[in-house]
């Protein structure tokens, strides 16, 4: 029986998974496509009836949808196997079946939609012939659920009365559920004699006498199983009669006596034997103790000492004929006061130290309790001396301190070092700002100062001719000077702009910019936005300046490229949004990579920049927590900008 129900248990639940049933109970669909989709599976898998329930209880599909016994559109909400599936995922029940009145064993899963609905797919397995098969034994087969009332015997006036006298509340949880469709469970048990040595049971039926075997139908995977009782009963009329139940009786009796003097028998023999093999044990432990090189002592529950070994005796420093057996452990080493907690807190090695008889100094030790297995009331103490240990740890706590002040005097020594290269590096950075303002501004002096001559000479000689373009070719000239102004002020006075961070779109702004700063070179750049237009709190004009002086830079690798390219895109990766800027111009070297985002550091040639624009965007993008980062390509090379999304972004 128990393999009959087993091998459909995993049903439901691989029905639960199949996404046509999930589509059912998402839509609540009540096509044909799924009855026969059902009808199909339960005659594959062998099984009474498949159906399936929404959340409110209610079959939309059912295998028997084209019998007049249809569960279609009945409810079932009220049933335990239905609630256990809606709480804990799957569900086990056995009782009669509300619309066909045939009794069955209901296997049931939850079945959860692609969005939020979830269902129940069952399966009912009938054992009528179970029921049948069991009319060939001798005798009669009967189940019992956990309320002891019989739900399976080839026997119908049994069925579903009870064993044992019910309780208010049982029956009213059978009602409840409509376990057996109306029927009240009646107790048909009048009386029993249970003979519990031998597992039998003598019942007392309507009037007929039964020998009653009862077993429990084992199941780790099967729960309800587990709570049935499988019982066989003999008609006490085919098996005996008044004289040989007599005997019987006496026969069991004598039985019973026997059974009992040789289990007397035994108990005495094993007692005998415990207490020659403890004694053994004793013998062989104090042999152990005696030959061991470590203090071994037995302590009672009060740690009074019982025995010790030479190894202690020598520890506490006494000499042979000292007597130590009799007095309390405490004597010689500080343990709690209360000796249980003392084994308590010994479950491992703890460290303490042993008062010596002539020593002004106390031997470091470490010592473990434990129970002894032969006796509770018995503990071992074991002992070890570590003083060699503890000379050890101090010589290696001296070596410490010393390496300790070592590497202080090192680390003070580092850190002159360091801030003599960080004063070397700033000379550094301080005299290529100086060449780069120099050259910047060298050339556009020299041109001021030539146009001025020459006007002066051309004023001497009252000749005005080419005055006019002498005159405005110098304001391209203070407009190349006002631009390296504006960009040593811009770094100078970084993150005191006027405006504060706010929420923007950042496809609109390169959208916007490239449209007003770079028109011209449209040709050359590629644009990939997000289509999600993320948001990011920044100020506007900062956050322009940063991306369009990576723009300018890429616009200026590819001037010399043969089919040059710039790629621009953004894209949303978890809460940051990524703005990429790529340019096929040939590839970084490393060693320059590592300086880029350094002040007035510049690959570019005299009179091209000052080195200033990727130090102002990597000081921008670090102001609003961002991160930008370059990386150096085979034929190219790519910064990617990260910043976090504006709150109300990523709460959308």
């Given at each position: ?498 405006k504060a961070p706010q929420s923007i779109a950042i496809n609109r702004l ?109 000081n921008i993008i670090k102001e609003y927590d961002g991160d930008i980062v ?23």
């Amino acid at each position: 029986m128990k393999t009959t129900f087993q091998k459909y248990q995993y049903l439901p639940e691989l029905l639960s998974h199949d996404p046509r049933l999930k589509m059912a109970v998402e839509d609540n669909d009540y096509g044909e496509e799924i009855n026969e989709l059902l009808k199909i599976m339960q005659t594959a898998a062998g099984v009474d009836a498949i159906y399936l329930m929404n959340s409110q209880g209610i079959v939309i599909a059912t295998s028997n949808y084209d019998l007049k016994s249809s569960f279609m559109n009945n409810q079932y909400e009220f049933r335990p196997y239905f609630e256990q599936s809606m709480r804990e995922g799957s569900g086990l029940y056995y009782g009669v079946g509300i619309t066909t009145k045939i009794p069955g064993y209901f296997i049931s899963s939850r079945v959860e939609g692609f969005n939020s609905e979830f269902g129940v797919i069952v399966a009912k397995v009938e054992p009528n012939h179970i029921e049948r098969d069991w009319q060939q034994f001798s005798g009669d087969i009967l189940v019992a659920d956990h309320n002891e009332v019989v739900i399976m015997s080839a026997k119908k006036a049994w069925k579903y009365n009870s064993l044992v006298a019910l309780t208010p509340e049982q029956l009213q949880e059978i009602t409840k559920h409509q376990q057996f469709a109306g029927q009240v469970p009646k107790l048909i048990v009048r009386d029993t004699f249970t003979l519990n040595w031998a597992d039998i049971s003598l019942w007392d039926i309507d009037g007929h006498h039964f020998l009653v075997e009862s077993t429990q139908l084992h199941n780790k995977e099967n729960v309800l199983l587990k709570e049935w009782q499988l019982y066989h009963a003999l008609p006490f009329s085919i098996i005996v009669n008044k004289t040989i139940y007599s005997s019987f009786i006496i026969a069991l009796l004598l039985y019973g006596l026997y059974v009992f003097i040789h289990y007397r028998q035994y108990i005495e023999y094993t007692r005998n034997m415990k207490t020659q093999i403890d004694q053994k044990h004793r013998t062989e432990m104090q042999l152990i103790i005696d030959q061991t090189k470590v203090g071994i002592l037995t302590l009672d529950k009060s740690g009074n000492i019982l025995s010790h070994n030479a190894a202690f005796q020598g520890m506490c420093d006494h000499g042979e004929n000292a007597v130590i057996s009799g007095r309390n452990i405490n004597e010689f080493s500080t343990l709690p006061e209360n000796f249980e907690e003392g084994i308590t807190v010994t479950e491992t090695f703890t460290e303490s130290t042993l008062k010596e008889s002539d020593r002004p100094h106390s031997l470091p030790i470490m010592y473990i309790i434990s129970p002894i297995n032969i006796n509770d009331s018995v503990y071992l103490m074991t002992i070890v001396n570590i003083s060699k240990r503890k000379k050890v740890e101090e010589e290696l706590s001296f070596a410490n301190a010393c390496l300790e002040k070592l590497v202080e005097e090192r680390t003070l020594a580092l850190d002159f070092a360091q801030k003599e290269l960080i004063r070397q590096e700033k000379m550094v950075v301080l005299g290529r700002m100086a060449a780069a303002i120099v050259h910047e501004l060298s050339q556009p002096l020299v041109a001021f100062k030539s146009a001025l001559a020459s006007i002066a000479i051309k004023q001497e000689r009252s000749d005005w001719q080419g005055v006019n373009v002498s005159i405005n070719n110098l304001l391209p000239l203070c407009h190349n000077m006002q631009d390296i102004l504006v960009q040593l002020k811009s770094f100078a006075y970084q993150g005191n702009g006027n405006k504060a961070p706010q929420s923007i779109a950042i496809n609109r702004l390169i959208t916007k910019f490239l449209a007003a700063y770079f028109d011209g070179a449209n040709s050359n750049i590629n644009v990939t936005l997000d289509e999600h237009n993320p948001l990011v709190n920044a100020n506007p004009t900062k956050l322009e300046i940063a991306v369009g002086n990576l723009v300018r830079n890429a616009l200026d690798a590819v001037e010399k490229s043969d089919n040059p390219q710039v790629v621009i895109s953004t894209k949303v990766i978890g809460e940051y949004v990524t703005v990429v800027v790529e340019d096929n111009g040939g590839s970084l070297d490393e060693s320059v990579a590592e300086h880029i985002f350094e002040p007035f550091f510049t690959t570019k040639s005299i009179g091209k920049g000052l080195g200033l624009g990727l130090a102002i965007t990597h000081n921008i993008i670090k102001e609003y927590d961002g991160d930008i980062v370059v990386e150096c390509l085979n034929d190219s090379t790519r910064f990617t900008i990260s910043l976090p999304l504006s709150s109300s972004e990523t709460a959308s």
